[in-house]
């Protein structure tokens, strides 16, 4: 009787942040109306924890997400409490016993009891000589590791979240770890799920990786945008997972937004990279087989992901500064608006090159002028407004002297009585930041040691080491692709499919998803490799590697070397690959007649 309660058992997990800045509507909206066990939070990026690293530099107590304690759990720490929802949250940042003191100070000031579990282990910034003397390289380039890193910390997994629910936590703090982990050690705690049931912890790591990202499971990004109803009220996403990994997309009702296959099918490509292989510390996700079936209004069952054993090492995202960036803007109006932005532009370049010269101090290290309106800077040689009468210029630069892009900074608001006529806009003078650049790298498994900590009582967690290296995936045979007729008619691509683009690292990945099963073929016939290349070579400097995805119709494209750098190391106004996947559906693709 026991395991037959526990399949029919469900389990309901909502996603109330998927950045550090997301709406503070979320939580609140998912504590009153989600009917939830657990409320998942995911706070962190590369760039967050160099910000936070900073911040606890200057004040020990500090160095998390303030947002969590201050904001989100100030408003909803009765209600939790009082409904008995488990919270996991990786707000702790570079500093997860800081975060957890203040949430127990408040706690305290609000009189609801609160046991709070933190999990430490994550950096490995002591680990660093050991990892220079065996010449650790970067892990896509193999680049020698910076002289001093600002941050190194390993992504975790969920075991010792698992651990912090079995000790009776009521809230999880970690420092970094997998996005998707937070969602899957609050399965792995509620259905009992071995280290080694693989299938299973795939499932759970899509459940977490469809919500990570908040509103983008319910209607946030979705290529048919105009189909998303109520956009101030769009709710958060609530996952219903059963013991056999099952689960089902919905969000709570009377909300604005959208769950569809078609979003949620968005959402699982997004930034994933090969989706044989999803390489995570707990386990390997092959996600080419996974399954979408509407269900009714607002609710998608997600089935079919298949788990491999993980690799033997973990994925440390280290941050260190390089030198100083700045970026100002301009609005140019009137005729030939895009011409003028790009002179006033070259202008402001060459007068402060000069100046930087005349003052002896190192050339800029980078340079990049955007003229945003005008399509040049995003669609390039497929732009069609080039003789825009508005545009907005955008110029960016580096320099390890924080001093030369002062002097930068003083040189844009002359532009307004200097050059281009109708040029406005110029605001405040921009200042001058840090340049935090991402270096990755692996680190065994062994060399790790995860900690949770519930009050004064430290626990050491094991975790399964000395794993193979993952083999890579065996061949299968490709789906059909159908190649056009000359006589057929052309429309853009995304009259046949829906698309939503990320990066990972200085890569974007773009899935593409056919509206019918029936016209992938014509779609594979023509998104190859080499076409999506050409549509897209005046951002891509590197390959284009396509997988099929052929469980949701789809394809999942990853662009090397497309980000400028990627992050902070790109001067590009779209750092993360966000409108690649709108560009993309610009292409122009043959169709049958009377395809429709």
């Known amino acids: 009787m026991e395991g037959t309660l526990k399949m029919d058992k469900v389990v309901r997990i909502g996603g109330a942040s998927g ?36 911040a606890r530099a200057k004040k020990p107590e500090l160095g998390y997400a303030t947002d969590f304690v201050d904001v989100t759990m100030k408003a909803i720490v009765r209600e939790v409490a009082r409904k008995g929802i488990r919270v996991i949250s990786n707000a702790g940042g570079v500093n997860p016993q800081a975060c957890a003191q203040a949430l127990a100070a408040l706690a305290a000031e609000q009189a609801v009891p609160l046991k709070i579990a933190v999990v430490t282990g994550d950096d490995v910034l002591p680990l660093l000589p050991q990892l220079r003397e065996q010449g650790v390289g970067e892990l896509q380039t193999g680049a020698p590791m910076p002289e001093r890193l600002l941050t190194a910390n390993a992504y975790l997994g969920a075991l010792p979240i698992r651990a912090a629910l079995d000790a009776g936590a009521q809230v999880v703090i970690t420092g970094r770890c997998v996005d ?33 990202c908040g509103c983008q499971a319910t209607g946030g990004l979705h290529t048919d945008w ?14 219903e997972c059963q013991a056999d990994g099952s689960f089902v997309v919905g969000k709570p009702n009377d909300t604005g937004g959208l769950v569809n296959t078609a979003v949620v099918a968005e959402q699982m490509l997004y930034e994933i990279g090969d989706p044989r292989r999803y390489l995570l510390p707990d386990v390997t996700c092959d996600f080419t087989q996974v399954r979408l079936e509407q269900l009714g209004e607002q609710r998608v069952r ?70 945003l309106g005008s399509e040049l800077a995003y669609y390039g040689p497929h732009a069609r407004t080039q003789d825009v009468r508005e545009a907005v210029l955008q110029v960016a630069v580096m320099h390890p002297q924080k001093e030369a892009l002062e002097l930068f900074a003083r040189e844009i608001a002359p532009a307004g009585t200097s ?17 935090i650049r991402q270096f990755a790298f692996l680190v065994d498994k062994g060399r790790v040691k995860p900690q949770v ?92 590697v396509r997988y099929d995805v052929p469980g949701i119709h789809a394809m999942n494209f990853l662009c090397t070397e497309a980000l400028d750098g990627g992050g902070m190391a790109s001067l590009r106004n779209d750092p993360l690959g966000k409108g690649m996947a709108q560009i993309l559906l610009a292409m122009p693709v043959a169709v049958p007649p009377g395809w429709r």
């Not at 006033?344 to 930087?356: F, H, K, M, Q, V």
Request: net charge neutral; hydrophobic share 40%; with cysteine.
């Open 419 to 435: 050059w281009s006529p109708g040029t406005t806009g110029a605001g405040g003078r921009p200042s001058p930041s840090p340049c």
């Open 302 to 371: 997600v089935t079919g992901a298949r788990g491999l054993p993980p690799g033997p090492g973990y994925k440390v995202s280290a941050t260190y500064m390089d030198g100083f960036r700045c970026t100002a803007q301009l609005t140019i109006v009137g005729f030939d608006a895009a011409r003028k932005a790009q002179r006033t532009g070259e202008a402001i370049l060459a007068r402060t090159r000069e100046l930087i010269a005349q003052r002896r101090w190192l050339p800029y290290t980078r340079t990049h002028i955007e003229v």
């Open 226 to 239: 105009e189909a998303v109803p109520d956009w101030p009220h769009i709710g958060y996403p609530v996952i």
């Open 453 to 544: 900590r519930i009050g004064d009582a430290t626990q050491d967690i094991a975790v399964p080491t000395g794993q193979a290296s993952v083999p890579p995936p065996e061949a299968t045979a490709a789906p059909d692709a159908v190649l056009p007729r000359a006589d057929w008619p052309q429309v853009p691509l995304v009259q046949l499919a829906w698309a939503r683009s990320g990066d990972k690292g200085n890569h974007s990945n773009i899935g593409v998803i056919a509206r019918r099963p029936e016209w992938l073929p014509w779609l594979r016939g023509q998104l190859t490799p080499q076409r999506v290349k050409d549509w897209l070579g005046h951002l891509v400097a590197g390959d284009v």
């Open 180 to 212: 998707s982990a937070v969602t899957l050690g609050a399965l792995m705690h509620a259905f009992d799920w071995r280290e080694d049931d693989y299938d299973r912890l795939a499932q759970g790591s899509l459940a977490g990786h469809i919500i990570e």
């Open 19 to 54: 950045f550090w800045g997301d709406s503070s509507v979320g939580a609140p909206q998912l504590v009153a109306r989600g009917n939830l066990d657990y409320l998942v939070f995911d706070y962190l990026a590369e760039l967050t924890m160099s910000i936070l690293a900073a």
